[in-house]
């Protein structure tokens, strides 16, 4: 059975609409750098899993679409690139620190599930996302909560 999830990205670094441009609409979920979410990454989410793709920093914040995450976890190249704003001179090959997923488009809806709705919603009223002081990048989602805004998405 797949899991659920909700990954936050700020729209000005790489949007829902870049995923869609991307080669074969799949890209690397980089730059995670906290270590709950990064254990998720690394231990928790699973290939044929879904994502709620999250636009946070913006002018409506909300779930833009849909993914399917194509490639389980895996170290990320970045904290091994001195170049990169992701390197991370504690870790190392045999002991990487920080881990990423791919994900692959699944859809885009036609209008965001604002947060603002979100909070109006009772089958959301439990939601990891509308909890005070929830701030990582990755967080579960349920089944419920899945469907209940999926539906929503795809009506817009």
């Known amino acids: 059975m797949p899991n659920y ?3 936050k990205t700020e729209p000005t670094a790489f949007s829902i609409h870049d995923l869609a441009k ?3 609409k799949t890209t690397c979920w980089e730059g995670v750098r906290n ?3 990064r254990n998720m990454l690394r231990d928790d989410i699973k290939k044929g899993d879904f994502v709620l793709f999250y ?9 833009y679409g849909t993914a399917i995450v194509v490639k389980e976890g895996y170290p990320d190249p970045f904290q091994f690139d001195k170049k990169s704003k992701y390197f991370d ?3 190392s090959k ?3 620190r920080w881990y990423m997923v791919d994900i692959k488009l699944d859809q885009i809806f036609q209008s965001p599930v604002t947060l603002t709705e979100m ?3 009772k089958p959301l009223s439990n939601m990891k996302l509308l909890q005070k002081g929830q701030r990582l990048s990755v967080q579960p989602v349920t089944k419920t909560e899945w469907n209940t805004i999926v539906k929503i998405g795809q009506k817009a």
């Open 89 to 91: 001179d504690k870790a």
């Open 22 to 24: 991307a080669p074969k």
């Open 119 to 121: 909070r109006s919603l």
């Open 35 to 37: 270590y709950q979410a």
């Open 55 to 63: 636009h946070s920093n913006t002018d409506e914040v909300g779930v």
């Open 94 to 96: 045999d002991t990487p």
């Open 5 to 7: 999830w909700l990954m």
